[in-house]
């Protein structure tokens, strides 16, 4: 029997990714674009949380870059998380809730964006690592 640990090494990916609350209790969704892995799937917005950063401080970025709205760490509360094994690779995913942000979501990044209930996510097809994470958004909201 072997060790935890022994044997061929799992690739770790820490991802972290937000989601957008707004006055209508309705979540922000972003579709993936073609030529990336799962395109055509949902998401929430976020990304991949580069050497040295934080968390939050990756949100903050990437909710930038990719939607071009500033939020500041106060504004991200931790709701759960999501450790998913895909064929090359773990992803371990913090989910974030954020309510309170500055500057209206637009796409920067030419990938669809919608708003949508939390319980209408049950129906719209998003990747095998987001499914487990929308029943606790929907106990968050509803």
Known sequence: MAAIGEGASVRLVLVVA???????GRVLITQRPEGKALAGM???PGGKVEAGERPEDTLVRELAEEIGITVTPPCLAPL????HAY?????LMPLYVCRRWEGVPQSLEN??????RPKALRDIEMPPADEPLISHLIDLIV
């Not at 759960?80 to 450790?83: C, E, H, I, K, L």
């Not at 990938?111 to 949508?116: E, I, K, S």
Request: charged letters at 25%; glycine letters at 0%; proline letters at 0%.
């Open 18 to 24: 937000c989601a957008l609350i707004d006055v209508d």
């Open 42 to 44: 949902w998401e929430f």
């Open 80 to 83: 759960t998380f999501a450790s």
């Open 87 to 91: 064929d090359d690779f773990h992803l």
């Open 111 to 116: 990938q669809a964006m919608r708003w949508v």
